[in-house]
């Protein structure tokens, strides 16, 4: 860990200053949409557009690195990101709006690919693991001080808006100085959807479920808050403990599913996703009961992630890991284009409880069809599952195969281990 500290602490500095802008501009618009008057759906279509542009980037990423460059392509987009951020409060226009989330969506993820890039090549066989965990923590927390941030300045004013967008500036700052540019890369097509549900279609389905609750909570969990009638301070603790339960629960849940069948385990988490929706429908005017049901939803849901990708990989060959994954993400980035859009029709017809009406439901149809899928295929055994890494949704199609070439090499030390004693 202190080896991979050592070696790319400017680029995870830089990503952690990245994800607090970007964590601080999306719960920001949240509660000034409610402040300018703008309707849930208004808001909800807002939303969805960063998941649109965020589809769309890590399709066109590698594209733009190969033609460019890496630096070329880390500022220009950087650059573009800070100056959307400024433009929000200038023009208060819905579709103004969306296309600056578009836009911000597009060049996230294209500065996302950027860096995983960087830090694949930063990364050696022996702190691969260390290398993928120290990124998920940085992306976990840089969301989670964004929160804090935000009771720093009135969000009726143009300060909150300033901060993410000299955070973002600032964050190229010491990747540009301090990491050499990478070699170009090619990524790995990925595999056809009727191919990957032959597969696994569990992990098919249950990516495009968990699509929709990722996006609903990253999305429109603020504007849940501001129809709620929670404070500034509310609403960033609330939308903060979303993602301290993803990073909470990641490394329990993994070690439990290399012991026991994982589509079980998928039934078992999702059930409790059901049951912490439930608990914020049915109380959430309770503030600390609202904080435990955002605690177990964000907890739950982000290792479902990685759990959905571990069981997918147990019935791959290790030559079709990185196409599988490349599918999953678009399969996964549809149904985060969809999440909003739901969400926000359900609070407009049920109220702010139809927030957790919606991840309830989504929850529910995943244990409803992981049961289903466990009575027609035979359970796989812990001796014949691969490894779990912790990955979460932000992750690009550079990550995947990183995370899935970290997972080829942890097998084949394990066959080599087994076979020599």
């Known amino acids: 860990m202190l080896q991979v500290l050592s070696s790319a602490w400017a680029l995870l500095l830089g990503m952690c200053l990245l994800m607090v802008g970007n964590g601080m501009q999306g719960t920001l618009l949240g509660i000034r949409g409610e402040i300018e008057g703008f309707s849930t759906l208004e808001m ?51 579709w103004v709006w969306t296309l600056g989330r578009v836009l911000i969506g597009f060049c996230f993820s294209a500065v ?48 909150l808006f300033v901060i993410p967008s000299v955070l973002v500036s600032v964050a190229i700052t010491p990747i540009l100085l301090s990491i050499s540019p990478t070699p170009a890369f090619d990524t790995t097509k990925p ?39 929670l404070s500034v ?31 079980f385990l998928v039934v078992i988490t999702a059930a409790v996703g059901v049951a912490g929706s439930a608990l914020g429908m049915t109380l959430g005017e309770d503030f600390r009961l609202l904080l435990v049901s955002a605690f177990v939803v964000g907890g739950i849901s982000n290792p479902l992630y990685s759990l959905l990708i571990a069981h997918t990989n147990d019935f791959l060959e290790h030559e079709d890991m990185a196409a599988a994954s490349g599918g999953l993400i678009f399969i996964n980035g549809l149904g985060a284009i969809s999440g909003p859009l739901i969400t926000g029709y359900m609070i407009e017809v049920v109220g702010p409880p139809g927030f957790y009406l919606f991840t309830g439901c989504l929850f529910a149809a995943l244990v409803a069809y992981a049961a289903y899928r466990s009575t027609v295929a035979r359970p796989t055994l812990s001796d014949e599952t691969g490894a779990y890494v912790p990955m979460t949704p932000a992750y690009t199609a550079l990550a995947h195969e990183y995370a899935q070439e970290y997972i080829i090499e942890t097998e084949l030390e394990s066959e080599k281990t087994e076979n020599d004693t």
């Open 112 to 159: 996302y690919v950027t860096a995983e890039s960087w830090l694949n090549n930063a990364a050696t066989n022996a702190n691969r693991g260390q290398a993928l965990s120290l990124y998920m923590i940085v992306q976990t927390a840089g969301i989670v001080v964004s929160q804090a941030l935000l009771v720093t300045a009135d969000p009726s004013g143009y300060v």
């Open 233 to 263: 301070g509310q609403i960033s603790t609330f939308v903060a403990t979303f993602f301290v339960g993803s990073m909470l629960l990641q490394y329990p849940i993994g070690w439990i599913s290399d012991r026991m069948d994982r589509r």
């Open 191 to 229: 595999m056809s959807l009727r191919a990957l549900y032959g597969f696994s279609p569990l992990g098919m389905v249950g990516m495009f479920i968990l699509g929709g609750i990722f996006s609903a909570q990253f999305g429109m969990a603020p504007v849940y808050g501001a129809k709620a009638g």
């Open 44 to 94: 909800s279509i807002v939303m969805s557009a960063y998941f649109a542009g965020f589809l769309g980037g890590s399709r066109m990423a590698p594209g733009l690195i190969r033609r460019v460059g890496h630096v070329r392509v880390f500022a220009a987009l950087a650059s573009l990101i800070s100056a959307v951020m400024i433009i929000y409060p200038t023009l208060t226009d819905v």
